[in-house]
């Protein structure tokens, strides 16, 4: 037992070292980029702004961005909002948007490319249990610049999905009712 009492204390010691160093690193680091910019700031005012302001940017749109697990609870959520309405109130365009994407989920071709500062919704061709010779070609530029306007779903950016918006844009106002 005092053994194993000093095996982790004497581990613990080591990773709080370790976590001090890191954070001595980190500081040390974000020191020098600090004075870094504060001299580019004097000599360049104009230009350091708009990098600060783009790099501040870019970290808002990652922080911002909507993963896979989001637009799949979107998906479901509009298929209950959608399933709750009499068939007469439902807007048919809605209705058949979300089916559409539940069926494509539901056939696993729904496929999610995380890009940092958007997630990008598209349609593949195959679902990944499909073990054909034109299902293994990941390779063929031709399928995607062919099937880019079919394939392309929705983008996920600031949080939100245009695409999945748009299409449940007044979902429980009937068409009829529109003329």
Known sequence: HTHTHTT???????????????????????????????????????????QAAGVTGVAALAVQCPTEEEYLNR?????RAIGMLFPNERRRSSERYVAELNALQGSRQLTFTHLGVALLVWRGDYGPDVRTYEAAQHWSLHRW??????AFVDVGVW???PKLEEGMRDYDRNERYDE
């Open 8 to 50: 982790m204390a004497l581990l613990l010691r080591r990773a709080g070292a370790a976590v001090r160093g890191a954070a001595q690193s980190a500081y040390t680091d974000y020191r020098d980029s600090l004075v870094g910019i504060g001299r580019s700031l004097k000599a360049h005012p104009v230009r350091t702004v708009l």
């Open 75 to 79: 998906v479901r959520a509009s298929s």
């Open 145 to 150: 610049v062919l099937s880019w306007r079919t």
């Open 159 to 161: 949080g939100r999905f």
